[in-house]
């Protein structure tokens, strides 16, 4: 089992505590394993099934990060997977509507739904999984982790606005399209079931409105995907402003980027703030 020590990766962790003794321990440790599961969650236990989709697509993931040409390995095994309840999930995350979710290194992925369901969120949450991610563990004067998470992707989480997260899931599932695409020649689905994975979108008004976005700077199907593929790698590197200034971005673009929530109507203010015509999807 590789450690997190022995790969170049995109998770930036720092790691405080008031004692230095503890503060270094801490910081070791998480190089080593990586963060701990906030959560503390009960998995269940994952079928072969399950295991082998998710194989197959850090796999995939493996493979578009390498087609990015870029060198970094973005989790070393399947423990940072946590297979949950819905039960688990809204009793330790709390979340009255659980849905899956990734968190500081771990994704959390419900049972309880069709296997092209569960295949589609778990490559978005893989689709997080690679992008650039700066979280602050403290260890409190009584023993407690306490968990900040700073950039997520795009997403800047260090106010309460989460400013670019619209942006950012955007974004991610456009990612995830792309790793669902590549895994069509997959035999771990159905026919019908494949058909329900590649036809069925997240966050698809977030997502056409960035298409949007890239389609305005070119027309040439060639340089779309180069713009895409910018997109990614700078997703992947966490280089938000500099994607910013080598798409030419103005100031009112990158405002509307800014304030874009992940509610659906976000979608719209930002549109209406930019005086497009309505997008149909
Ligand atoms: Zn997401």
Sequence with gaps: ??????????????????????SRRLKTECKRNGPPDEYGVVDLKKTNWEKQIIRRGIKIFQRIIKDLGMDIKFCPNLKYFHIISKKEMRRKLQEKNPTNGYFN???????DHSPWYFVHGLFHELAHFVSYYKLQITLGDNGQLQYRR????????????????????????????????LFASSKLLSANQKKALLTNIGYHLHVAFVEELLMQKTNNQEELMALKNKVFKAYILGQREQLFKKLRLDANTIAALKKMTTAKTATHRAIAFLGWPVIIV
Excluded: W
């Design 1 to 22: 089992m590789k450690k997190f020590s022995e790969q170049k990766s995109n998770l930036e962790v720092v790691a405080k505590a008031t004692d230095p003794k503890a």
């Design 105 to 111: 290194c771990h994704a959390y992925l419900l049972r």
């Design 150 to 181: 700073l950039i997520n992707g795009f997403a800047d989480n260090q106010n309460p606005r989460l400013d670019f997260n619209g942006f950012d899931e955007a974004v991610t599932e456009m990612l995830a399209i792309k790793a669902r695409q």
